[in-house]
């Protein structure tokens, strides 16, 4: 049985039977003839397959997350039994934002790497919300509320502080709103993707409609246009921290702040032990982040 479950993982792992039938050493037709019979003793319909892909059904997704578990708590058993540490190694598939991933996650790959050089790393950037399973991503980073998922565990990284700003260039031509009701007349900036602003006070929580002055599906190129006096724009201060210090942007409506629920996680498959690679991963982002050093 175990044979089984290490076939249907590399299946969804690899996104084809026949990759992963030659690990294993089978032919395609007898690791479809093995994946058909499991199927049948369970009684459900695990993968969907058609000419183009492999995808998990509903049922394909728990058992998936399931088989990994019981896969990741046997090789545990085995090492202990044989007397050997458990360390971090073997390939670690990270996703993260594009930005958030470049500025806060590369630059400390190399220190992970130093201290743990048995783990081949891949990195994947996408502002899109990966589909863990789908995407065989070990560790997400996600800017987003509390991810609440059966299948999922998350650990708080850091807050997520957004803050209304602007370039001098822009308040110096078109003035410096007093409150709230003051933006419909200034030029807003937003990606397509992050709008309506929700906002929150020490008093109040507003939902802001953004008709963005220029139209984009990138929050780098928001922040771009901020920086050349295009417009106000809120961003999170993991983005715009060093522009703040800097003065090359300012601060406004300082009472006001992004929508507080939303936060920086660490998100990985639920599994007892966890393999080391993922806990020491995510021990060494929580490392990084504490305190945000965008906030020091």
């Known amino acids: 049985m175990d044979h089984d479950y290490c076939l249907f993982a590399r299946i969804l792992d690899l996104g084809s039977l026949s990759a992963a039938g030659r690990e294993l050493g089978l032919s395609p037709a007898a690791a479809s003839k093995r994946l058909a019979a499991m199927e049948a003793r369970l009684g459900a319909r695990l993968i969907h397959r058609s000419t183009r892909r492999l995808a998990p059904t509903e049922a394909g997704r728990i058992f998936h997350d399931d088989v990994r578990a019981i896969l990741a708590a046997t090789e545990a058993a085995e090492a202990r ?8 190694s073997g390939p670690l598939r990270i996703s993260a934002p594009t930005s958030f991933g470049r500025l806060h996650v590369a630059p400390h790959l190399s220190g992970f790497l130093e201290r743990h050089p048995a783990v081949q790393i891949e990195m994947l950037l996408d502002d899109g919300f990966v589909d863990l399973v789908a995407d065989r991503i070990d560790v997400a980073i996600r800017i987003a509320p509390e991810p609440r998922s059966a299948s999922l565990a ?55 409609d953004v008709d963005s002055h220029v139209r984009t599906n990138s929050s780098e190129v928001v922040r771009e246009l901020a920086l050349a006096g295009a417009g106000i724009a809120l961003r999170s201060t993991w983005d715009v921290g060093q ?10 409506l300082p009472d006001w702040l992004g929508a507080t629920d939303v936060g920086i996680y ?13 806990r020491a991963y995510v021990a060494h982002l929580a490392e990084l982040y504490a305190p945000p050093p965008w906030e020091r």
């Open 81 to 88: 039994v044989a007397g050997r540490a458990e360390s971090p």
């Open 154 to 208: 998350a650990q708080l990284l850091a807050p997520n502080r957004r803050v209304l700003c602007a370039a001098p260039a822009y308040l110096d031509r078109h003035g410096t709103p007093a409150s709230l009701n003051d933006l419909a007349g200034h030029r807003l900036l937003a990606a397509s993707n992050q709008t309506p602003w929700r906002l929150e006070s020490a008093k109040a929580r507003r939902v802001l």
């Open 266 to 278: 660490a998100v990985h498959a639920r599994a007892t032990p966890l393999p080391a690679a993922v």
């Open 243 to 252: 522009e703040l210090a800097s003065g090359a942007l300012l601060r406004i």
